[in-house]
């Protein structure tokens, strides 16, 4: 079945091989860069490769950032006694984009599932206890409302419970199985703000 040349075959495989990108999109995007100018391709390419080889985890809260440390992390003004948990770098971005929350975060990448496969130890959960022996006054825990978000939110409830920092969850709401990076700023501060005791 090889419609097209080698190159632009390997080049849909790999497009099609992406998050969210169907057989048809590859197509369509393959054809697309190959018409674009030199440059263009160059400046992609290039904004690729320097994305990987630069970005890193934070060092205190594993957040994706270019630095040794991130700006939320870094930031003298922020409660650093309070931290927010996600399950990624996007979720992150949702809280920060409402300019409300003061604390600092805890960035998990990804969530307890037992159907896939994904276990506590798959997640920065051994990170987050490390930094509970600091100066911890609340843990909010802000996993998505899936089962998967669910799972994690009770088992990081249950292996905080004994160190008697409080811990809340953020509050329903937040559509079942929603992204959090999908909902608009006033249900995630509604959300927040509404947290309850775990
Ligand atoms: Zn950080």
Redesign the pocket.
């Given at each position: 079945m090889d419609l097209y040349s080698g190159h632009i075959n390997k080049l849909i495989e790999e497009l099609a091989a992406l998050p969210g990108i169907g057989s048809k999109s590859a197509q369509r995007l393959a054809f697309h860069l190959i018409n674009m100018p030199q440059d263009k391709v160059k400046r992609l390419t290039e904004a690729i490769q320097e994305a990987k080889a630069n970005v890193r985890y934070?060092?205190?809260?594993?957040?994706l950032?270019d630095s040794d440390?991130?700006?939320?992390?870094?930031n003298r003004n922020r409660n650093h006694r309070m931290i927010m948990v996600v399950e990624n770098t996007r979720d992150l971005a949702a809280y920060e984009k409402t300019g409300r929350y003061e604390g600092?975060?805890h960035?998990l990448h990804g969530a307890i599932s037992p159907m896939l496969g994904i276990g506590p130890g798959d997640i920065k959960l051994k990170e987050l206890i490390e930094r509970l022996k600091g100066d911890v006054e609340e843990v909010i825990i802000a996993t998505n409302s899936s089962l998967e978000g669910e799972t994690t939110a009770m088992y990081i409830s249950k292996m905080i419970k004994p160190t008697g920092i409080r811990v809340t969850r953020i509050a329903s709401g937040v559509p079942v199985g929603g992204d959090l990076e999908y909902i608009d700023e006033v249900t995630l501060l509604r959300a927040l703000e509404g947290r309850v005791e775990l």
């Open positions: 934070c060092r205190e809260c594993f957040t950032t440390i991130c700006p939320v992390c870094a600092v975060y960035v």
